[in-house]
């Protein structure tokens, strides 16, 4: 029994033969395309299996009780799939787009699709505060994901405007997610945003602790978020 299978099924998946295959090959892909790019710093298959793509799996749980039929999933800042990838793979019926803003990654991401034969996985190479205006994309998510984005009041507003009203957004943070999460409180507002919780998680038998930020999206994101030129991340809410 494979690390991923025995850990998964503590958030609630469990993985078919296949779905295991295809993180197998997942795995293999990225330590190949690592060794031209540097996608990871993490490329032993242990912590490939748990820090990547166990870490990935640990919001399945609050997907699966809103309900994943027929709904999307955006992920931010994609980087080399996590976690929007690895959730694509567990959970088949979640339409999920990565949106990453550099070339060489979304080429990966286009390779590990092609490879592992994923129909509900859509790639844009784009960058977060001008993909957010377009009107085919702006709130139009039911769910949104950010994993080593950007501290909490920078990563709101990449991500928020994404969302649509009575959607929600998971941000994947370390130990200092409270005080990044409190740091943000009034930009999250302005957003249209409100926290709804801060969920502890356990990976396997590791001593850190991560944790899930998860907001609703109450109101619509007024038209000028998110600031073009850097702003965010310069002078963030």
Known sequence: MSLLYQHAREFGIDLTPIQL?????YERLLVEWNEKF???SITDYTGIQLKHFLDSLSAAPIFLRASVNGKNLLDVGAGAGFPGMALAIALPDLRVTLLEATGKKVRFLDEVTRELGLKNVTNVHGRAEEFAHAAKQRERFHFVTARALAPMPTLVEYALPFVLVGGMLVAYKAVDAEQETNAAKRGIEILGGHVREVVPVKLADMDDVRQLVVIDKL???????????GLPKRKPL
């Not at 295959?21 to 090959?25: A, K, V």
């Not at 109101?219 to 030129?229: E, I, Q």
């Open 38 to 40: 540097n996608l990871t």
């Open 219 to 229: 109101k619509a994101t007024p038209k000028l978020y998110p600031r073009a030129g």
């Open 21 to 25: 295959e295809q993180f197998e090959q």
